[in-house]
């Protein structure tokens, strides 16, 4: 099996990467991803946070979500966050360079990788759609703390979804004449047929949904019946597994197709 190496951000060291210990690291984050959206849906939707701008800066017209994400971004940049290519920016546009001595992450992707970024279209979808399906409709004025919520929520998506560039290569190395056929063609189709497991994308599903009934159960009282249909949850574990069927694993498969196209380049 192909390895790529990639720095160890715990130890520092360089190890390898395999399609298993990509996927290990895609399940450890899935405990991060039912956890932040248990802790966003304590509170509302709160629109007005991420719909209205409201600054009272003149000049700036941001959503107050939009302007806590930027400024958070900005400390975050300065800190040394973008320099891992795991990470991937809201907004790229003035983001500055790192002011610390940063860790020099051993390449493991092509190049090409930086020019894959699609957190606008996780953004839009993650308001537009994916929000209003798991927190409560309402308005309780508590932007600041729903902001906090928010951008834990995107950050753990947008690394889970951009994530697939690793797989995409692990997957190029393992079977490089099959994609290398497919690459030059720019064959969108076959690249996404050659990517497919429909079985490890079922167990996605299936384990997702274990987690977000495991994490996120109401524990009542310790005399509780036990009884499976009275149990209450924070956030709906069927919506969990239809999140990773209908946005999550698709948007992910997008990411490894389209650095799968400029990875000849
Ligand atoms: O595990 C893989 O092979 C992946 O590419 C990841 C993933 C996913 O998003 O979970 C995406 C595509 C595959 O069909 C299966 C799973």
Redesign the pocket.
């Known amino acids: 099996m192909a390895r790529v190496v990639e720095s160890d951000s715990s130890s520092g060291c360089s190890n390898v990467l395999s ?1 298993d210990s ?2 290990e690291s ?1 399940i450890r984050q899935e405990d991060t991803i039912v956890f932040s959206l248990i802790e966003r849906a304590k509170f509302p939707l709160n629109a007005p946070a991420f719909e209205e701008s409201r600054c009272l800066d003149s000049g700036n017209s941001s959503s107050l979500t939009e302007f806590f994400v930027r400024e958070i971004e900005t400390i975050q940049a300065k800190v040394g966050r973008y320099e891992n290519p795991e990470e991937n920016p809201f907004f790229l546009e003035n983001i500055p360079h790192a002011v610390f001595p940063t860790h020099k992450y051993p390449p493991a992707l092509h190049p090409k990788a930086l020019s894959v970024n699609i957190n606008k279209h996780i953004w839009d979808i993650y308001f537009k759609e994916l929000l209003p399906l798991f927190v409560k409709p309402g308005d309780d004025g508590n932007y600041p703390s729903t902001a906090a919520s928010d951008l834990a929520c995107l950050q753990a998506l947008s690394r889970r979804i951009h994530y ?1 560039k690793f ?1 995409a290569e692990v ?1 190029f190395r393992d079977a490089p004449q099959d994609y290398e056929r497919a690459i030059r063609a720019q064959d969108r189709e076959a690249l996404m047929k050659l ?4 079985k ?2 079922e167990m ?1 599903k299936k384990r997702v949904q274990k987690k977000a009934e495991t994490f996120g159960q109401e524990v009542k009282c310790i005399t509780d019946s036990g009884d499976e249909s009275k149990k209450k949850y924070k956030v709906d574990p069927l919506l969990v597994s239809r999140i ?1 069927g209908e946005w ?2 698709p948007l ?2 997008l990411v ?1 197709v389209e650095y799968l196209l400029r990875r000849l380049d």
Not at 195 to 198: D, V
Request: hydrophobic content about 50%; glycine content about 4%; proline content about 0%.
């Open positions: 399609l990509i996927r895609l697939g797989v997957k990517l497919t497991f429909e490890v994308e996605v990773y999550l694993i992910t498969k490894e």
